[in-house]
């Protein structure tokens, strides 16, 4: 069982999406409250982060 990083509850490893990023486990329920995680597969820290960097070298 793998805990979720938003909630704190359990999960099995196959009902829980991982950010490839950094590996933050979110379970179905608090992936949807931040589609971030289902639409790019990465958590809203690591998307804020590439965001900056796509900002600052300008990358489009």
């Known amino acids: 069982m793998v805990r979720c990083s938003v909630c704190g ?4 490893e196959n009902r829980l999406l991982r950010c490839y990023e950094c590996g933050k486990a979110y379970c179905p329920e608090c992936a949807e ?3 971030t ?3 790019l597969g990465v ?3 690591c998307e804020e982060v590439f965001e900056t960097e796509e ?6």
């Open 9 to 12: 509850r359990e999960f099995p």
């Open 55 to 60: 900002d600052y070298w300008e990358w489009e």
């Open 33 to 35: 409250r931040n589609p």
């Open 37 to 39: 995680i289902k639409e």
């Open 43 to 45: 958590c809203p820290d």
